[in-house]
């Protein structure tokens, strides 16, 4: 049976923040994980989760500067000192939670950027990333993001991500596979679980093309939570969708994964 973590940067929005993690723990989920929790201070996140008696299994690193509408800074040429800032600052947030997985985003290179520097700089921060996450018991995950959603992405696809790893060549680095975006970009998503399944860490859905819960699109998620089952993967699966109306009744798809 596939073990489902709630996304509270996306869904139980109803709520402020802070209450969704009681209003998924009510909703019967075991876990959640999110997105961007800075707004609050790194104890009141793991106070929430304490409360809510949640495990907080993944969150992401900053985003880098939201006016600009940055989607991580790993690749981004210069911004290395600043990578490692925010590095740590998702450390203390994540130490705080007990969370052990964190998502370091890619970024957007400049439409003139040298690609080949780019991807020299990015190997070279997850390499220094794995290595601080290691020390802290914690892993790096890496996702490919379509276009659709981050246009001009720097990691937008299974084999770069696979690509990556192998050159970063750390033992807590791991590909973060959201069938949402892996569908818009590649398709083929049971025979790619399958063949990846060792480099996976962490799996994500949300149905496409509109990204709301499963049901709402052209996924078959029963077939694909099935296949996930009988290969073995022992993770989370994390609800990074947007309910296509309010969280608690959209989650009728949910109700034979959940507690």
Known sequence: MPKLAANLSTMFKEHPFLARFGAAARAGFRAVEYQYPYEHSAEEVAKAARDAKLPVVLHNMPRGDIDKSEHGTACLPGREAGFRDDLELAITYARAA?????????GVPRYDADLPECHRVYVTNLKH?????????MRLLIEPLSEKTVAGCFLKSS???IRVLDEVGADNAFLQYDFFHMQLMEGNLSATVERLLARIGHVQLADAPDRHEPGTGE?????????????????WVGCEYTPKG????????ATRYLS
């Open 98 to 106: 007990g969370c052990k997985s964190l998502h370091v985003m890619a």
């Open 129 to 137: 990333a794995a290595a601080r996450l290691k020390r802290e018991g």
């Open 219 to 235: 996924i078959n998620y029963a077939f694909l939570l099935a296949k996930l089952d009988e290969l073995g993967y022992a993770g």
């Open 246 to 253: 309010e969280t608690v009744e959209g989650l009728k798809w």
């Open 159 to 161: 084999a770069q991500a």
